[in-house]
């Protein structure tokens, strides 16, 4: 195993290889990542809807999302290898008069940020996607540039262009211990299952576990794990592509086609955090009555596949991207709440900036410190959470 790093990243989901592909791509020294999991990607990043979205209710947010799917975009002009992304459009339906009085305010926040999202009516809605029982909508709206990618894709060519540019990324190497100097106040390198490294720069991008493992540092950062559930079927086409993905925002159901079939998720608000993975069958039975119920074809589909996986939820549903302070050379890049996939671009993109310049140039991230639990500021939360 490597011995030392200029900057070691722990964490080998969608964020740590994007940020490993930034830094390697400045030429940023020796950058190391270790993963502990037998490969990239196994954990939330493998196991979500590959959603990808713009349709937030905070400006941040809609910038990450907005600088990432621009380079979903030209993905493969950038990094060399294929992704599949489907640019079908998330359609957000609307039930109450508070969600669509919430949807009006993010409907100006989309214009003034240059989105080209569309205001749909009932009818329209029952016009364009025939499929959607329109009980109780109000309205809704859509964003062609939203839609769907390959989790995998994007895991695996961030950590091919990383080791293209230098990196080193190693699997099955767990990460115990966070090294201090005698102050106790500057990083100086990991403890791991297979050795020590010594290391300039330590950035956490370690999705649900990140409390855990920023506590062997000594400091708090107020991620929980919550579980969160998806079926898939069997082959399913009664429904004609490109279907969009749909959301029903007030039971967070949310459908898309995968793989010849259609996907199902739901969060279970009830869920308290734990760090449970098992399918929870009763919450399963739930969520198909509830897809039926709003896509009233889905009752021809048969469930093919079920799983489980965890959000890495912050009390504001934003992630941390901040230095870890008072520790110097500590940083964080974690907590993305159930959105982390359609983020990764942008999130490594500041995070390098953030390690490497220390600041982030590209998009204002100063909502995203740490410090906005305790400094009594009062910050918006996201309200599009599903
Ligand atoms: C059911 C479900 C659906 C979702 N749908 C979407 C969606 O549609 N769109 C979207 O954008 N997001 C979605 N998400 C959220 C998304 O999956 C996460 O936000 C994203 O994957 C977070 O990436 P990450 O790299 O931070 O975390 P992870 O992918 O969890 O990676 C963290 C890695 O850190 C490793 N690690 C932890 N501790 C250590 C240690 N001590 N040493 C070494 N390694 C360690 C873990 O093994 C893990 O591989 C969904 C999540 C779930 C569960």
Same mark, same amino acid.
């Given at each position: 195993m490597e011995k030392s790093a200029d900057i070691l990243i722990v964490?080998g989901?969608?964020?740590?290889?994007?940020?490993a592909?930034?830094l390697a791509?400045?030429?940023?020294g020796r950058v190391v990542l270790l993963e502990?999991?037998?490969?990239?990607?196994?954990?939330?990043?493998?196991?979500?809807?590959?959603?990808?979205?713009?349709?937030?209710?905070?400006?941040?947010?809609?910038?990450?999302?907005?600088?990432?799917?621009?380079?979903?975009?030209?993905?493969?002009?950038?990094?060399?290898?294929?992704?599949?992304?489907?640019?079908?459009?998330?359609?957000?339906?609307?039930?109450?008069?508070?969600? %669509?009085?919430?949807? $009006?305010?993010?409907?100006?926040?989309? &214009?003034?940020?240059?989105? =080209?999202?569309? !205001?749909?009516? +009932?009818?329209?809605?029952?016009?364009?996607?025939?499929?959607?029982?329109?009980?109780?909508?109000?309205?809704?709206?859509?964003?062609?540039?939203?839609?769907?990618?390959?989790?995998?894709?994007?895991?695996?060519?961030?950590?091919?262009?990383a080791r293209?540019?230098g990196a080193v990324i190693e699997t099955e190497v767990t990460v115990?211990?966070?090294d201090?100097?005698?102050?106790?106040?500057?990083?100086?390198g990991v403890r791991t299952d297979n050795g020590e490294i010594a290391a300039g720069s330590v950035?956490?991008?370690?999705?649900?576990?990140?409390?855990?493992?920023?506590?062997?540092?000594?400091?708090?950062?107020?991620? %929980?794990?919550?579980? $969160?559930?998806?079926?898939?079927?069997? &082959?399913?086409?009664?429904? =004609?592509?490109? !279907?969009?993905? +749909?959301?029903?925002?007030?039971?967070?159901?949310?459908?898309?086609?995968?793989?010849?079939?259609?996907?199902?998720?739901?969060?279970?608000?009830?869920?308290?955090?734990?760090?449970?993975?098992?399918?929870?069958?009763?919450?399963?039975?739930?969520?198909?009555?509830?897809?039926?119920?709003?896509?009233?074809?889905?009752?021809?589909?048969?469930?093919?596949?079920?799983?489980?996986?965890?959000?890495?939820?912050?009390?504001?549903?934003?992630?941390?991207?901040?230095?870890?302070?008072?520790?110097?050379?500590?940083?964080?890049?974690?907590?993305?709440?159930?959105?982390?996939?359609?983020?990764?671009?942008?999130?490594?993109?500041?995070?390098?900036?953030?390690?490497?310049?220390? &600041?982030?140039?590209?998009?204002?991230?100063?909502?995203?410190?740490?410090?906005?639990?305790?400094?009594?500021?009062?910050?918006?939360?996201?309200?599009?959470?599903?």
């Open positions: 964490g989901g969608c964020i740590g290889v994007s940020i592909y930034h791509r400045r030429k940023a502990r999991g037998e490969f990239l990607g196994q954990e939330s990043t493998g196991k979500c809807a590959g959603g990808i979205r713009a349709q937030f209710s905070t400006e941040v947010n809609v910038r990450l999302s907005l600088a990432s799917i621009e380079r979903f975009e030209r993905w493969e002009e950038e990094l060399g290898f294929p992704l599949q992304f489907r640019q079908w459009g998330y359609l957000f339906l609307l039930t109450t008069d508070e969600l %669509e009085q919430s949807f $009006r305010r993010n409907f100006e926040l989309w &214009k003034r940020l240059g989105m =080209k999202a569309e !205001w749909l009516t +009932t009818s329209d809605v029952g016009k364009r996607f025939p499929y959607v029982n329109l009980e109780g909508v109000q309205g809704a709206t859509f964003h062609q540039r939203d839609g769907f990618g390959d989790p995998n894709d994007i895991t695996q060519g961030y950590a091919k262009a293209r540019e115990t211990g966070i201090l100097d005698s102050t106790g106040r500057r990083v100086v950035i956490l991008a370690t999705g649900a576990w990140s409390r855990t493992v920023a506590a062997l540092a000594n400091v708090d950062v107020p991620i %929980e794990p919550f579980r $969160r559930q998806i079926i898939t079927t069997d &082959k399913f086409d009664l429904i =004609k592509d490109p !279907w969009p993905m +749909t959301v029903d925002l007030s039971t967070t159901l949310y459908c898309h086609r995968e793989s010849g079939g259609v996907l199902i998720g739901m969060s279970n608000e009830e869920e308290p955090p734990s760090f449970n993975q098992t399918f929870d069958e009763e919450y399963g039975e739930k969520m198909l009555m509830t897809a039926m119920g709003r896509i009233p074809l889905l009752e021809h589909a048969s469930p093919r596949a079920k799983w489980a996986g965890l959000y890495e939820t912050t009390p504001d549903h934003h992630p941390i991207i901040d230095k870890l302070e008072p520790v110097t050379g500590l940083f964080i890049c974690a907590g993305f709440s159930g959105h982390g996939l359609m983020h990764a671009p942008a999130a490594g993109l500041v995070t390098s900036e953030l390690v490497l310049d220390g &600041k982030a140039r590209s998009i204002d991230i100063s909502r995203l410190r740490l410090s906005r639990f305790s400094d009594g500021t009062e910050l918006a939360d996201e309200r599009n959470v599903i």
